[in-house]
């Protein structure tokens, strides 16, 4: 069971980690300290326009309308807010690492696991908020996107697969071409 557990979940969190990485710049001005290397910056903008690609391919796959968008600005928010929050514990993290001994590594590492377990519940309220107003037909292409083996987030284009990994005829017809 442990197995089973950590399998799932380290890689949830490096996905997490690289999807929803760095604070958006162009959002809230520069996150990073101007002593940052410009390699650094590179990253943390790649990460950046990865996270606004996300909010992008969730608003035209469910086809988010005007009147839910003050629904869907609440949802896009928290994920750029988590977004900042993770960046920032990961790359202290990163910056205290090299000097921590083996038990402050481990402490460190849960307190990532918390922060993202935190950002999640976040974002699961925020993304309820907006699945309450959704139509019907934009419920089954979220619960579709949202049922993504192995990816907590679903992957825009990409359905829902049935325990063989095959998906299902109905969502074929909700996936990008």
């Not at 442990?2 to 979940?9: A, D, F, G, H």
């Not at 969190?13 to 690289?18: E, G, Q, V, W």
């Not at 579709?144 to 299902?168: F, I, L, V």
């Amino acid at each position: 069971m442990k197995t089973s557990i950590r399998s799932v979940t380290l890689p949830a969190l490096i996905a997490f980690a690289l999807a929803t990485g760095p604070a958006l710049a162009q959002h809230s001005g520069p996150q990073l300290p101007t002593s940052t290397p410009p390699s650094t910056k590179d990253h943390a903008q790649k990460h950046a326009d990865a996270v606004e690609r996300r909010i992008a391919d969730l608003h035209a796959q469910l086809k988010i309308t005007d009147q839910q968008a003050k629904q869907w600005d609440a949802f896009s928010q928290t994920m750029r807010d988590n977004a900042r929050k993770a960046d920032q514990a990961f790359r202290e993290r990163a910056r205290k690492l090299p000097t921590m001994s083996a038990p402050d590594a481990m402490k460190s590492y849960a307190d990532l696991t918390e922060t993202h377990a935190d950002n999640m519940k976040k974002l699961a309220s925020a993304f309820s908020d907006l699945y309450d107003v959704l139509s019907p037909e934009q419920k089954q292409v979220a619960d579709q996107m949202y049922r993504h083996s192995g990816d907590h987030m679903g992957e825009p284009g990409k359905p829902a697969k049935d325990s063989k990994g095959h998906a299902p005829a109905s969502a074929s017809s909700s996936a990008k071409p």
